[in-house]
């Protein structure tokens, strides 16, 4: 594992769990020193507990943070510079799809309001707190979804992920004067407890070329690229990591028939 973010500083919202936890450990492996902002402090103080020990650069730590409050974000991005006296990277994976079906039909105000300010307005608090302290070279990936770009369902939720495409673009134009990218990573199904806990989400496998869900792994991967000067020329963008399902549901290829077998192309995976 290279050390790309040794010396710097990360502060990743929903690190406790799932993306944002994996999200932690790469970053950790790769040399940064990680402030986990999440609303789950126990869980977050067990996930940097299970951090492998490492020899050089402060331990990763804990701060509680709702990103559906504007005085939490900010006192979380006051923490990490009481901390640290810098930050560097902004990761914003904390967000969801709440209990509820998502179909607009019949949604109540209150349940399209707590889904917009969950995933939009929550990572643009987290983005606009953290934006003016980035230095030159530091970088912001907030964590969309496949919804955002291609009809999936849920759809306060989608649309809510939608939006952090265009906020992206629009900061990426202001921030990089500076200096400072921020770009937006779009998953497919990712195993989690949000999958997990419902259903086995190897059952969705068909749907994605690439023959397999996602893992935390291969999100937090993408992340640690986009956050890295490996990407230092690349700014306002949205990366699938998605097996390839929005280049084509392997499913739909199946149903139409057209174009051959496909299982013939796709029998050695
Ligand atoms: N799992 C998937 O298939 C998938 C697909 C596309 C996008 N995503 C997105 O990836 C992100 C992480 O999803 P996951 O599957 O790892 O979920 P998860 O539930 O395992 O993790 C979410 C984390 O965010 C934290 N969190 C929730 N609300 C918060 C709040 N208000 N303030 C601070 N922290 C909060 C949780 O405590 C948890 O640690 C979400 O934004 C989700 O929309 C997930």
């Known amino acids: 594992m290279t050390g790309r973010f040794e010396g710097r500083v990360a502060l990743v919202t929903g690190g406790a769990h799932g993306i944002g936890a994996a999200t932690v450990r790469r970053l ?12 789950d402090p126990d869980a977050a103080r067990r996930a940097v507990d299970a951090l492998p020990p490492r020899a050089g650069g ?30 560097d990277v902004l990761v914003g994976v904390a967000g969801g799809t709440g209990v509820h079906a998502g179909l607009l039909d019949g949604m109540d105000d209150a349940t399209w309001a707590a889904g917009v300010d969950l995933n939009l307005a929550g990572p643009a608090r987290c983005v606009r707190a953290a934006a003016p302290h980035l230095p030159r070279g530091g970088a912001i990936v907030l964590v969309g979804s496949v919804n955002g770009l291609q009809a999936f369902g849920d759809e306060d939720y989608s649309a809510a992920k939608a939006g952090l495409v265009s906020l992206a673009q629009n900061l990426a134009v202001r921030l990089g004067r500076r200096g400072v990218r921020i770009n937006v990573v779009a998953p ?8 997990t806990d419902r259903a086995d989400p190897d059952r969705l496998a068909p749907l994605y070329p690439l023959g397999r869900v996602g893992e935390p792994e291969d999100v937090a991967a993408a992340i640690a690229f986009l956050a890295s000067d490996d990407a230092a020329w690349i700014t306002g963008v949205t990366l699938p990591v998605d097996g390839g399902v ?10 139409l028939g057209g174009g051959g077998d496909p299982a013939a192309d796709v029998s050695d995976r």
Do not use: K
């Open 28 to 39: 950790h492996d790769e040399g940064a020193t990680v402030v986990v902002a999440d609303v």
């Open 246 to 255: 929005l280049a084509g549901p392997l499913a739909h290829f199946e149903t």
């Open 188 to 195: 497919g199904t990712v195993r989690t407890r949000v999958w």
């Open 58 to 87: 402060a331990p990763a730590s804990v701060v509680g943070c709702d990103i559906r409050d504007s005085a939490s974000v900010d006192a979380a991005v006051a923490t990490t510079l009481e901390r640290h006296g810098r930050l």
